[in-house]
């Protein structure tokens, strides 16, 4: 049912004005010259130019690939003409910008952005550079495709490669110095705050004899008539992943190690969260209650401060727990009539009724009102304190394996049945003899006992909590988590929580336009990956296995 | 014997009077069907007798024991399962997945393996899709699924909300045809229908329910030849 091939000038246009627009726009926000401050690869690229060029990379790629079924000279005619849209857009930008003063609407339309986006030269040649640059971005995306499968990976591949690398060039120097052997690499491969020349020419060669090798294995499997894991592979493979895991802070020092434990404070929640709304479809907003119940029942049993009570930590934490699944219950008593929307409203309530409730002066001998706790105990095992990132690390560790673990061990049971059940159709869920009651109150239980764990070690981290540390955005933020991961898998938590909460922590730069791309990224998830990142293998599967039997029924269906 | 029996059934929606005093009995074995017009109140009583609504009087029985104090679910664990209006199935589920959530309120896996033996048997349209999504079904298999996951619960008395609804007349015949196989292999079945003609042609017996009361009963060969009936619900003139 295609309809005929939009000409090559429309498609052009097309993906051309929407790049172009995104570039144009994410420049006027600022983005291009804040990240134009890191480089990539020193005194060539910085991560600001990197972004204009993948701006026109990939609407040069799509348009190419749209017309990829038309002919190959259309797809290179394409590509170029795409990405030259793209730099016509943003030279157009810099004709605006430098002939007359947009600074009044569009503050980040600073000379420096245009000194950027004109490569350091002055107006009219720099425009000029921008369309060379989109034609050649153009025709290079448009390349990529007639390459092999397998070639075209291994560039892609490359390209990330590269970029992340560059991009994270501050850190991984401060890190690879620590490492005794390879410590005086790092002058030669980093230069300035980016690459070097001949340090990202090694990063290339580095992916192309990976992924030569891996390409080179495969094949071999294939042959082989690629067996399934045994269980002792599978085992052995868990092992090294458990491995890496422990040694993972020591070999990466302390900031990543506390980016680590945010990771892993919001993998907890997320795998909470997976419970109730993954596995039981009941939409809650207010989820950052538990977190913060859990917290605040841990700074009022442990903070001499409030003088309530100076338990230690690990005696605290079953009854931060237990209270906190309480609250869960009583959350879900209300609710049990209510779906779709009208929980999302009554959640949301829930969560900024906590966050009152801990602000509100009424109640300041027990939480400290807007002056919060302090002097939260730490945890403490055997003789050791567990006072700083590393070694919470290893507890976060410990209650994220606990929570997957649990996690995947009621998915698979009855319960998780009845969740699956509830979450597709409350009705016939009741119809094939699932107490509705009850298999809703232990998902709200459920999730509310991981995210009361999560806020107890959150406090004992801080030591210090304020009613303003538990605001909305962090529900929202563990609801985008499992979108951007994949609603209901377990696994795809730790991805969310890594994209969501560790990359921004890693690019500084990027917190304050966190909103903007969070937003742009669900969107994308949206209209391209509603699965998430990473979903459920079965899942993905049938999802994917049935597309043409679904289509021959549903022809099929309507005579019916 | 009697295996469900309504006494005076009264359900109400807040102030709506939906049932008025519904009497019925089931035997074992036996199909009846409720036919009436929209809004008679089929459903209503469906769904009483599974728990979803509670009657304010009036009682049923179930062998002897009377059902109120019963939630929903635990009525289904004793064998009354319902079908719902409208072809519910799990549409995100696979087939088989749908006939496995069936079984739900059943502990053993060996007798849940020999259901689902006899669903396939007796829909084998199933079994060919056995791996495929629910919700990418044609209508009739849908309908299909719902009644087999119903059976996956092993009921003891069938209660079919309108199987017909919506289907091209050849599906028709076939979900009658599957009532009857039903029948023969004694399942009990309360059918309601709005198409009576083919509900008075596999039901033994039949009431007629006009705005929540029960105007007529009798067998269903002697309904088929009611005129009354024949006006109202046969479409003879
Ligand atoms: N949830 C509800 N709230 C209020 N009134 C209801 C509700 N459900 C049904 N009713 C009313 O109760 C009466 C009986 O409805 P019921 O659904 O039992 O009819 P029915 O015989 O099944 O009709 P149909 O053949 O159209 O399915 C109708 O007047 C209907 O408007
Ligand atoms: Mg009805």
């Given at each position: 049912?295609?309809?005929?091939?939009?000409?090559?000038f429309?498609t052009?246009m097309?993906?051309?004005?929407?790049?172009?627009?995104?570039?144009?726009?994410?420049?006027?926000?600022?983005?291009?010259?804040?990240?134009?401050?890191?480089?990539?690869?020193?005194?060539?690229?910085?991560?600001?130019?990197?972004?204009?060029?993948?701006?026109?990379?990939?609407?040069?790629?799509?348009a190419?690939?749209?017309?990829s079924?038309?002919?190959?000279s259309?797809?290179?005619?394409?590509?170029?003409?795409?990405?030259?849209?793209?730099?016509?857009?943003?030279?157009?930008?810099?004709?605006?910008?430098?002939?007359?003063?947009?600074?009044?609407?569009?503050?980040?339309?600073?000379?420096?952005?245009?000194?950027?986006?004109?490569?350091?030269?002055?107006p009219?040649?720099?425009?000029?550079?921008?369309?060379?640059?989109?034609?050649?971005?153009?025709l290079?995306?448009?390349?990529?495709?007639?390459l092999?499968?397998?070639?075209?990976?291994?560039?892609?591949?490359?390209?990330?490669?590269?970029?992340?690398?560059?991009?994270?060039?501050?850190?991984?120097?401060?890190?690879?110095?620590?490492?005794?052997?390879?410590?005086?690499?790092?002058?030669?491969v980093?230069s300035?705050?980016?690459?070097?020349v001949?340090?990202?020419?090694?990063?290339?060669?580095?992916?192309i004899?990976?992924?030569?090798?891996?390409?080179?294995?495969?094949?071999?499997?294939?042959?082989?008539?690629?067996?399934?894991?045994?269980?002792?592979?599978?085992?052995?493979?868990?092992g090294?992943l458990?491995?890496?895991?422990?040694?993972?802070?020591?070999?990466?020092?302390?900031?990543?190690?506390?980016?680590?434990?945010?990771?892993?404070?919001?993998?907890?929640?997320?795998?909470?969260?997976?419970?109730?709304?993954?596995?039981?479809?009941?939409?809650?907003?207010?989820?950052?209650?538990?977190?913060?119940?859990?917290?605040?029942?841990?700074g009022?049993?442990?903070?001499?401060?409030?003088?309530?009570?100076?338990?230690?930590?690990?005696?605290?934490?079953?009854?931060?727990?237990g209270?906190?699944?309480?609250?869960?219950?009583?959350?879900g008593?209300p609710?049990?009539?209510?779906?779709?929307?009208?929980?999302?409203?009554?959640?949301?309530?829930?969560?900024?009724?906590?966050?009152?409730?801990?602000?509100?002066?009424?109640?300041?001998?027990?939480?400290?009102?807007?002056?919060?706790?302090?002097?939260?105990?730490k945890?403490?095992?055997?003789?050791?304190v567990?006072?700083?990132?590393?070694?919470?690390?290893?507890?976060?560790?410990?209650?994220?394996?606990?929570?997957g673990?649990?996690?995947?061990?009621l998915?698979?049971?009855?319960?998780g049945?009845?969740?699956?059940?509830?979450?597709e159709?409350?009705?016939?869920?009741?119809?094939?003899?699932?107490?509705?009651?009850?298999?809703?109150?232990?998902?709200?239980?459920?999730?509310?006992?991981?995210?009361?764990?999560?806020?107890?070690?959150?406090?004992?981290k801080?030591?210090?909590?304020?009613?303003?540390?538990?605001?909305?955005?962090?529900?929202?933020n563990?609801?985008?988590?499992l979108?951007?991961?994949?609603?209901?898998?377990?696994?795809?938590v730790?991805?969310?929580?890594?994209?969501?909460?560790?990359l921004?922590?890693l690019?500084?730069?990027?917190a304050?336009?966190r909103?903007?791309?969070?937003?742009?990224?669900?969107?994308?998830?949206?209209?391209?990956?509603p699965?998430?990142?990473?979903?459920?293998?079965?899942?993905?599967l049938?999802?994917?296995?049935?597309?043409?039997?679904?289509?021959?029924?549903q022809?099929?269906?309507?005579?019916? | 014997?009697?295996?469900?029996?309504l006494?005076?059934?009264?359900?109400?929606?807040?102030?709506?009077?939906?049932?008025?005093?519904?009497?019925?009995?089931?035997?074992?074995g036996?199909?009846v069907?409720?036919?009436?017009?929209?809004g008679?109140?089929k459903?209503t009583?469906?769904?009483?007798?599974?728990g979803?609504?509670?009657?304010?009087?009036?009682?049923?029985?179930?062998?002897?024991?009377?059902?109120?104090?019963?939630?929903?679910?635990?009525?289904v664990?004793?064998?009354?399962?319902?079908v719902?209006?409208?072809?519910?199935?799990?549409g995100r589920?696979?087939?088989?997945?749908?006939?496995?959530?069936?079984?739900?309120?059943?502990?053993?896996?060996?007798?849940?393996a020999?259901?689902?033996?006899?669903?396939?048997?007796?829909?084998?349209?199933?079994?060919?899709?056995?791996?495929?999504?629910?919700?990418?079904?044609?209508?009739?298999?849908?309908?299909?699924?719902?009644?087999?996951r119903?059976?996956?619960?092993k009921?003891?008395v069938?209660?079919?909300?309108?199987?017909?609804?919506?289907?091209?007349?050849?599906?028709?015949?076939?979900?009658?045809?599957?009532?009857?196989?039903?029948?023969?292999l004694g399942?009990?079945?309360?059918?309601?229908?709005?198409?009576?003609?083919?509900?008075?042609?596999?039901?033994?017996r039949?009431?007629?329910?006009?705005?929540?009361?029960?105007?007529?009963?009798?067998?269903?060969?002697?309904?088929?030849?009611?005129?009354?009936?024949?006006?109202?619900?046969?479409?003879?003139?």
């Open positions: 049912m295609k309809t005929q091939p939009a000409t090559v429309q052009s097309r993906f051309g004005l929407i790049g172009g627009g995104a570039a144009v726009l994410f420049s006027l926000v600022g983005m291009v010259e804040v990240f134009g401050q890191r480089t990539i690869i020193g005194g060539v690229v910085s991560m600001g130019q990197a972004f204009v060029a993948i701006a026109m990379l990939l609407s040069a790629y799509a190419a690939r749209q017309l079924s038309v002919s190959s259309a797809m290179l005619t394409a590509g170029g003409l795409t990405g030259v849209t793209v730099g016509a857009l943003l030279a157009a930008l810099v004709l605006l910008g430098t002939s007359i003063n947009i600074r009044d609407v569009f503050v980040s339309a600073s000379p420096p952005l245009f000194e950027l986006l004109s490569f350091g030269q002055s009219v040649p720099g425009m000029l550079l921008l369309l060379v640059a989109g034609m050649t971005m153009g290079a995306a448009a390349a990529l495709l007639f092999s499968p397998a070639m075209r990976s291994t560039a892609i591949s490359v390209l990330l490669a590269v970029g992340v690398v560059g991009l994270l060039a501050d850190l991984l120097r401060i890190i690879i110095s620590q490492w005794a052997y390879v410590a005086p690499l790092v002058e030669w980093f300035g705050k980016g690459l070097s001949p340090g990202a020419l090694a990063i290339a060669a580095v992916v004899g990976l992924d030569v090798l891996a390409n080179r294995r495969r094949n071999k499997a294939h042959n082989l008539a690629a067996l399934p894991a045994t269980a002792l592979q599978k085992r052995m493979r868990t090294a458990m491995a890496l895991l422990l040694v993972l802070p020591l070999l990466l020092g302390t900031y990543v190690s506390e980016v680590l434990d945010q990771v892993g404070l919001y993998v907890l929640m997320g795998l909470g969260l997976n419970v109730v709304v993954g596995f039981a479809g009941l939409l809650d907003l207010g989820y950052v209650g538990f977190f913060a119940i859990g917290a605040y029942v841990m009022m049993l442990t903070s001499p401060e409030l003088g309530l009570a100076s338990l230690s930590w690990w005696s605290a934490l079953p009854i931060a727990v209270v906190t699944v309480l609250a869960g219950m009583l959350l008593v609710v049990l009539n209510m779906r779709g929307d009208y929980l999302a409203i009554v959640t949301l309530g829930f969560g900024e009724i906590i966050r009152l409730l801990a602000l509100s002066d009424a109640l300041r001998p027990w939480t400290g009102g807007s002056q919060g706790i302090q002097l939260i105990a945890p403490v095992v055997g003789t050791v567990l006072d700083d990132q590393l070694k919470l690390y290893y507890l976060i560790l410990a209650g994220c394996l606990l929570a673990f649990i996690s995947s061990r998915r698979d049971s009855r319960l049945r009845a969740w699956m059940a509830m979450r159709d409350e009705d016939v869920a009741q119809a094939i003899g699932i107490n509705l009651v009850a298999t809703k109150l232990l998902a709200f239980s459920v999730g509310a006992a991981f995210g009361g764990l999560s806020g107890a070690i959150f406090a004992a801080l030591g210090a909590i304020y009613p303003n540390s538990f605001g909305l955005l962090i529900s929202i563990v609801l985008a988590l979108i951007i991961g994949g609603m209901g898998s377990i696994r795809g730790i991805v969310g929580a890594l994209v969501l909460v560790g921004p922590e690019l500084r730069e990027f304050e336009f909103l903007l791309v969070y937003g742009a990224l669900l969107v994308m998830m949206m209209l391209y990956r699965q998430g990142l990473w979903p459920e293998e079965a899942r993905k049938e999802a994917h296995g049935d597309g043409d039997n679904s289509n021959g029924d022809t099929a269906a309507i005579p019916a | 014997m009697s295996i469900l029996v006494e005076n059934i009264h359900t109400y929606y807040g102030e709506i009077h939906a049932l008025r005093g519904v009497s019925l009995s089931v035997e074992e036996e199909i069907t409720l036919i009436g017009g929209n008679a109140g459903s009583t469906l769904n009483t007798i599974s979803l609504l509670q009657p304010r009087r009036g009682s049923i029985r179930l062998y002897n024991e009377d059902l109120s104090n019963f939630k929903a679910h635990e009525i664990a004793k064998g009354v399962v319902q719902p209006e409208g072809r519910r199935v799990f589920l696979t087939v088989a997945e749908n006939l496995e959530m069936g079984a739900f309120t059943r502990p053993l896996r060996s007798e849940i020999q259901s689902l033996e006899q669903v396939f048997t007796l829909f084998p349209r199933l079994k060919e899709r056995e791996g495929q999504l629910a919700g990418t079904l044609s209508g009739g298999e849908q309908q299909m699924l719902a009644m087999g119903a059976l996956m619960a009921p003891k069938l209660l079919l909300d309108e199987p017909s609804m919506g289907l091209a007349p050849v599906l028709v015949d076939s979900i009658f045809d599957t009532i009857r196989k039903l029948h023969a399942t009990t079945i309360l059918l309601v229908e709005q198409n009576a003609r083919m509900a008075l042609q596999v039901a033994d039949g009431y007629v329910l006009q705005t929540g009361e029960i105007i007529l009963t009798d067998k269903a060969a002697a309904l088929r030849e009611n005129e009354s009936v024949q006006k109202a619900y046969l479409g003879v003139l």
